[in-house]
């Protein structure tokens, strides 16, 4: 039998993922009211640049990393200030086209650059440790507690929930955060009080695009591949992240990242689905919360 306490953690690694994808676009949905759908290729362009100064210029890992969160911000602010900017006042919808074309400028960039061929890092290869071993009989089965950890997996663990302890500190102790916060409750009335929601803007592409960057990268260390279609193939569980906690929401986002991604593991452990239907469950519990209270379990709150 599979061991539920190693689901529930590779859910918590994946959430981990997951969480600093939906963060980022649940902070750009409060600030302009619409969905971006390059959000995804942010994730796996940073996860290619890094590739770039990493294995073929040769700079350590980490700076590396750092390097390409910096360049990742830029190029939201660029996106915000080349494209969106006149279409501040545009409808949802015509920003969401509007990022649809730039998601397919980004992925046919990639494309181009790197083909289509898998990549790695070519980090090396963790043995891990296993924490737990045993089980414990239960009639015509056993309760395994197995625990197999690497430094891979707790490292991503921790960077996301340093990250979300980060933007929680931005969003309620600076006072660029609480101009956040105002934009996102009324954006008129932020305006009339002197808050510069230009300003505001770019800083909330900045953020989110540097929270999707550490994300891409993140995930290409726990996947141990890049290709093309990673960006995308992980938005559909990060949109589901948003609507679950609330579309707006920070804080609903972070948790809804966590639900969907335990939820999608944990997927292994209902008899008759397995694996290959992972991805359904976790839609399937998005409906279900979303029957019982369709608001999203924050209802867009910032607080």
């Not at 990493?54 to 980490?62: D, I």
């Not at 390409?68 to 602010?77: C, E, I, N, R, S």
């Not at 916060?181 to 002197?194: F, P």
């Amino acid at each position: 039998m599979v061991s539920i306490i190693q689901v529930l953690f590779d859910g918590v690694v994946f959430g981990s993922i997951v969480l600093l994808g939906a963060v980022g676009l649940s902070l750009l949905y409060g600030i302009g009211n619409f969905a971006n759908f390059a959000h995804g290729e942010l994730l796996a362009v940073s996860a290619y640049v890094t590739y770039l100064l990493f294995v073929t210029v040769g700079l350590p890992f980490l700076l590396a990393a750092a390097v390409t969160v910096g360049l990742t911000a830029l190029l939201g602010v660029g996106i915000d200030r080349g494209i969106l900017q006149i279409h501040r006042d545009s409808g949802s919808l015509t920003k969401l086209l509007v990022t649809v074309g730039v998601a397919f400028v980004l992925r046919s960039l990639i494309r181009i650059v790197w083909a289509s061929e898998p990549r790695s890092y070519r980090l090396p290869l963790e043995q891990g440790t296993q924490v737990l071993e045993g089980g414990i009989p239960l009639g015509i089965t056993t309760f395994r507690y197995d625990l197999f950890m690497t430094t891979d997996s707790l490292l991503v663990v921790g960077l996301g929930g340093a990250c979300a302890g980060a933007t929680h500190l931005f969003l309620t102790r600076t006072k660029m955060g609480v101009a956040m916060r105002a934009t996102a409750a009324n954006r008129s009335l932020s305006q009339v009080t002197g808050i510069d929601t230009d300003v505001v803007a770019r800083i909330a592409w900045a953020l989110s695009a540097g929270l999707a960057a550490i994300g891409g990268i993140a995930l290409a260390v726990s996947s141990g591949l890049l290709y093309p279609r990673m960006g995308f193939d992980i938005l559909l569980l990060v949109f589901a992240a948003v609507i679950l906690g609330g579309i707006g929401s920070p804080y609903g986002a972070m948790v809804g990242a966590y639900v969907i991604a335990i939820a999608q593991e944990a997927s292994v452990l209902v008899p008759g689905v397995g694996a290959r239907y992972r991805l359904a469950v976790a839609f399937v519990i998005l409906f279900v919360v979303l029957l019982v209270k369709p608001t999203g379990i924050a209802g867009g709150s910032w607080s």
